[in-house]
């Protein structure tokens, strides 16, 4: 309960007015911030102009602390007065209940208030340093446009890169069909399969629906990014790509992949359902997804910093990880290579930088404007530059997605739209309390506990009850962990795939994108992610019978299936397939300048020995075509 007022007005006003000292600058400006949360359901009056209304108040009480006079004649005053005028909108109410039911709230928030009160020209200077010139409450409509349309062209970009893949990938002659997959999946399993692999091929896996699929969530991302029914198309989107990426096996196990579902299913709750793309003050974005996007941008950030530290990688530790990482890394640029040649002591600063911006930034998320504005240049700056040095699909670029809905609405002021008459809706514009406020707090308990993992490598000390929760949502893949580049790796194996009609003269097939001739200049090729590419980097890495995909993709080969050739940049036996193919591991490097400008080489490389055992047409046909079996997800 309140502590009943020491004074009371004789003539109370008709809705409830705050007084405060006009000459200070300090409290002209959070008088401002208290107005564009009250609006018209409270009056503000400066205290040289309102002392003859309510002579019952002693100027030095107005000089002292806020004062809010309310229709009753109470007189409320200091930091009771400040929560107090808060309250008064609608469901505002929580932070004035705890400040009078919870015992030493109210001394401490008190005491709180009249240091800060007697020093009130040095936090003015702290209040403009975090907040700027706006001291108005702010909002998040242009933001919060952008990041839509910009995950809307990921999401499109995403499907358009499968779709030219999907029959090489996991059509009914690709590397891991769907179809193999689901009948295997079937075998295992009850009815808890619908859930446990939650895709819409379980109607059917034939090609017409995985380009359905592809083409659906292209079509709806293409309308999102146009602002027609936003949430209707992210939601088409999400259903479409999470169908993708249940069936796909490996080959959509890329942190990426799960990033832009988590961003996708968090997104169709962010804009009210509507048949337009339109914030607006009638059609705010929703205050809890907006929360959890956040939430999510710094889970992202601050968890690919910490596992760097934690793993106890010595690269990261002794901060030499970029001087191997440009070379290393899956599918290099041009610019990578640039950067490959800066001297050591550039690439121990870059990775200083790196760090401080993973581990310390994320935190400005939650910081006044003027922090999220610093977080958002710096987070920006370090996705253009990962863009730049090496092709990672479309991750840069939802990244910098999630880093728009730092940038609060001022700097947008320049460009004033015409104001469109709203009519009036026929129903609330806004996702009922009743459906954000239980998948908000779900959503938000699971991705707390999959930090916690990520963090402390470790479920020691969590409920279990939370990590049943996590493992009941883990078939969505909207709740992840993340956390890039744990484990620096330091060389660069490249699987050389040839074929031959007699076993002695051997033809390498040569791959898209990634490296293979010597020659080959490393190119740019995100968005796009040329997937059979990506996952020949990770064979490289591991044993050819940790790889059963692989062994699949060799017999397909064998079998000359155009699907599979197509993923290929040449094949070396157009008029008939091979007798005999051989993977061979090379140790890649790049070039120096000096060795660039005198060969034009940007690669060489030394052979380091065979990966698999050569495999021929006869042990096809022992084996069956669909040698290679399914294979494990693994994230990137």
Request: charged share 15%; proline share 9%.
């Amino acid at each position: 309960m309140p502590d009943p007022p020491d004074v009371r007005v004789a003539v109370p006003p008709a809705r409830p007015v705050v007084v405060f000292d006009g000459d200070c600058k300090f409290c002209r400006f959070w008088i401002r911030r208290w107005k564009s949360v009250t609006g018209d359901q409270v009056e503000y009056v400066p205290y040289q102009e309102a002392a003859p209304r309510f002579p019952e108040i002693p100027e030095a009480e107005f000089r002292r602390a806020v004062q809010l006079v309310l229709p009753t004649g109470e007189v409320f005053s200091g930091a009771e007065a400040a929560l107090a005028t808060l309250a008064q909108p609608p469901g505002h109410q929580r932070t004035l209940a705890m400040y009078r039911r919870i015992p030493g709230v109210r001394p401490i928030t008190n005491l709180a208030y009249r240091f800060i009160a007697h020093h009130r020209d040095a936090f003015f200077r702290i209040t403009r340093l975090l907040w700027g010139d706006v001291a108005e409450k702010p909002t998040y409509f242009a933001a919060s446009s952008i990041f839509v349309r910009l995950l809307a062209l990921c999401y499109l970009a995403a499907f358009l890169s499968l779709w030219v893949q999907v029959d090489g990938l996991i059509g009914p002659r690709g590397i891991l069909p769907a179809q193999g997959y689901l009948d295997w999946i079937r075998a295992q399993t009850g009815p808890s399969r619908y859930w446990l692999v939650p895709t819409l091929a379980w109607l059917s896996a034939k090609p017409a629906m995985l380009h359905g699929l592809c083409a659906g969530g292209a079509l709806a991302s293409l309308g999102v990014a146009f602002g027609v029914a936003p949430t209707l198309g992210l939601a088409v989107a999400w259903v479409s790509y999470l169908s993708l990426s249940s069936i796909s096996q490996v080959f959509l196990s890329y942190q990426w992949d799960a990033l832009l579902l988590e961003t996708g299913l968090l997104a169709i709750f962010l804009s009210p359902p509507a048949w337009r793309l339109c914030f607006s003050g009638s059609s705010p974005p929703s205050a809890s997804a907006l929360l959890l996007l956040r939430w999510l941008l710094f889970r992202l950030m601050f968890s690919s910093g910490a596992v760097k530290l934690g793993s106890g990688d010595p690269s990261w530790r002794s901060l030499t990880a970029l001087r191997v990482h440009y070379e290393t890394q899956p599918l290099p640029t041009w610019i990578g290579w640039a950067f490959h040649q800066f001297s050591p002591s550039f690439q121990t600063a870059s990775c200083v930088f790196l760090l401080s911006v993973e581990l310390v930034v994320p935190f400005f998320v939650f910081a006044p404007r003027r922090a999220k504005h610093l977080a958002f240049g710096l987070l920006l700056q370090l996705q253009i530059l990962i863009a730049l040095t090496g092709n990672y699909a479309f991750f840069n670029w939802l990244a910098i997605a999630l880093c728009f809905l730092l940038i609060d609405d001022a700097p947008f002021s320049w460009r004033r739209a015409r104001p469109v008459p709203e009519p009036t809706p026929a129903r609330p514009r806004r996702w009922p309390t009743g459906v954000i406020a239980p998948v908000a707090a779900v959503l938000l308990i699971a991705s707390s506990v999959q930090l916690v993992f990520t963090v402390r490598r470790s479920a020691a000390g969590v409920p279990k009850a939370a990590i049943r929760l996590v493992e009941w949502l883990s078939p969505l893949r909207s709740v992840n962990q993340y956390g890039l580049f744990a484990v620096m790796t330091t060389r660069r194996p490249e699987i050389v795939v040839e074929g031959s009609d007699d076993g002695r003269t051997w033809r390498p097939y040569e791959f898209r994108w990634k490296p293979g001739a010597v020659g080959g200049r490393p190119r740019f090729v995100a968005p796009h992610q040329p997937r059979l590419d990506w996952q020949m980097w990770f064979a490289a890495l591991e044993s050819c019978e940790e790889n059963p995909w692989l062994v699949s993709f060799l017999g397909r080969l064998l079998q000359g299936e155009p699907a599979v050739l197509r993923l290929l940049a040449t094949n070396p036996f157009p008029a008939s397939p091979p007798r005999y193919v051989r993977t061979l591991v090379y140790d890649y490097r790049f070039t120096d300048r000096e060795t660039r400008r005198r060969t034009g080489a940007w690669w060489r490389r030394e052979l380091m020995g065979a990966y698999c055992p050569i495999v021929s047409r006869e042990m096809l046909r022992e084996t069956g075509p669909g040698a290679g079996g399914t294979s494990g997800s693994r994230q990137y």
